[in-house]
């Protein structure tokens, strides 16, 4: 049985797991260029931004589209 969902690319992908990505990649200098929020700008950290993420659809949103741009 084939359990990928061709309609959602970031199916299987939790969103710490996209984070850490992107901020392997890229850095927190870039994500916070690309991401224009706080928590990516001033003493960022994986833990602080999945909180504002998980809370926030719209700022949840960009980070999934910037790395859906890269992967």
Avoid at 11 to 21: A, F, S, V
Avoid at 38 to 65: G, H, M, Q
Wanted: proline share 6%; net charge neutral; with cysteine.
């Amino acid at each position: 049985m084939d359990t990928t969902q061709p309609n959602d690319p970031l199916h299987g992908k939790t969103l710490e797991m996209i984070l850490n990505d992107l901020v392997t990649k890229h850095g927190w200098e870039y994500m916070s260029g690309r991401v224009r929020i706080n928590c990516f700008y001033e003493n960022p950290s994986i833990s602080s931004s999945l909180k504002f993420l998980r809370k926030t659809p719209w700022a949840r949103k960009k980070v999934e589209d910037l790395y859906l741009e890269d992967f």
